[in-house]
């Protein structure tokens, strides 16, 4: 039987300071090891920076193991320079074959060459992600917003002492914001949070009671005397409890609404 | 303050496959805080689970895309509304096959995502405007909706 001939293309990613993409097609068999040798002698002659390469596999039916050995190869001179070599688009029967040889726990693959290129902007560029959310100030949903925070970050990369300080905060500002915002399902609170691999950052809005505005704005003014604390104060240990966890707090408090910024950098 | 139904929640995640499993467990513990059964809730994820990976899977071309979620919480019954940017035709065509087709022989191997969630689901509707936005619209009913 004739294997099919493999083609091999190379392209860098519009958009990216280092990520190139080697489109294959065709069958990776014991014979055609050679291309693909030259393949990465083309990417270590041409492009001399860390490269991020983005095996793109989705139009290949076949791996020999000997072409797994030229990736693997390609992979330990890309990763000498600072780069990486990752495969995505494996159909799911050579996804299945390459975990049960093991390539997995060496190679990183991704379903589609958007969700590579995705985690290259992630870890190497830095890109942060978003996640809006908005809710009605009800104080049964806190818990549920506050892990939803911390599995992001866990998912993120972030470790379970981080995740548990930003669910601490993210329990105390949504807290606050329900208590000193207007009751009521129309009076939204908006919570904006930002992630890259280095730090979260969060900003919730809510809409501010009038007669609470007093209270609030009591409770955000800097204390003068730090021994004026008494032991029996219960109030405004929330936003203590934040700025020990937070690497920076700010509060805008107006007539229209309270917004509170915080950032914690990543510390594992 | 109690909770008053209906209420809104609405999210807007990147189009990631990363986010989904914090997502579908987020709108689990939400019904739960507002007193549906875990069996309710526990079904409700798995219709968020397949309606948000078709849309990163087939709606999003873009690697900043995102995907709006929004959740409809009425005492009875939960609707959700999930939008993406709209993916290539060929995908589009498939998906309003998948939503309209009505026997089970019509059922293709690729649709059995969108046959599950109808299976879960009271009602589900697919709307994709002229720039390929596709939004669907999801009702799940309480089935213990007489306590």
């Known amino acids: ?268 | 303050m109690d909770i008053v139904f209906p209420y809104k929640i609405a999210m807007s995640f990147p189009g990631d496959m990363e986010y989904i499993p914090a997502i579908r467990k987020f709108v689990s513990e939400v019904l739960q805080v507002s007193n549906f059964s875990s069996k309710f809730a526990y079904r409700s994820e798995i219709i968020v689970d397949e309606i948000s990976n078709n849309a990163v899977n087939y709606g999003c071309k873009e690697e900043c895309a995102c995907i709006d979620l929004e959740c409809l919480i009425h005492e009875d019954r939960i609707e959700f509304t999930i939008k993406d940017q709209g993916g290539t035709k060929e995908n589009l065509d498939k998906l309003h096959n998948a939503v309209n087709c009505t026997t089970e022989n019509e059922v293709s191997k690729k649709a059995l995502g969108i046959e599950i969630v109808r299976m879960l689901s009271e009602s589900m509707d697919i709307k994709i405007d002229k720039e390929n936005l596709t939004s669907i619209h999801i009702v799940r009913k309480r089935e213990d909706s007489s306590t």
């Open chain 1, 1 to 268: 039987m004739q294997s099919k001939e493999l083609h091999i293309e190379i392209n860098e990613v519009s958009g990216t300071q280092n990520a190139v993409i080697i489109n294959f097609s065709g069958e990776l068999c014991s014979l055609c090891i050679s291309k693909i040798s030259d393949t990465f002698d083309k990417i270590d002659f041409n492009f001399t920076s860390n490269k991020f390469v983005i095996a793109e596999m989705s139009e290949v039916t076949m791996i020999s193991s000997a072409a797994l050995g030229e990736f693997m190869g390609g992979r330990k001179r890309l990763i000498e320079k600072g780069g990486e070599l990752v495969f995505a688009g494996l159909n799911i029967e050579l996804r299945t074959k390459l975990n049960l040889m093991g390539a997995n726990k060496v190679f990183r693959f991704y379903n589609d060459q958007r969700s590579a290129i995705s985690a290259y902007k992630w870890e190497y560029e830095k890109h942060p992600e978003h996640l809006h959310l908005s809710f009605p100030p009800y104080l049964k949903l806190v818990p549920p917003i506050r892990s939803l925070v911390s599995r992001v970050a866990r998912q993120k990369g972030y470790g379970n002492r981080d995740a548990f300080r930003i669910e601490t905060i993210i329990d105390e500002v949504c807290n606050n914001a329900i208590e000193h915002g207007l009751e009521g399902q129309n009076n939204k609170i908006d919570m904006k949070v930002t992630i890259d691999p280095g730090k979260i950052e969060f900003v919730v809005t809510s809409i501010s009671d009038p007669e609470k505005m007093y209270a609030l704005r009591a409770l955000l003014k800097p204390e003068e005397d730090a021994t004026k604390w008494r032991t029996d104060d219960k109030r405004g240990r929330g936003l203590d409890l934040i700025k020990m966890l937070s690497n920076e707090l700010s509060v805008e408090c107006n007539e229209a609404g309270t917004s509170v910024h915080v950032k914690k950098l990543r510390e594992e």
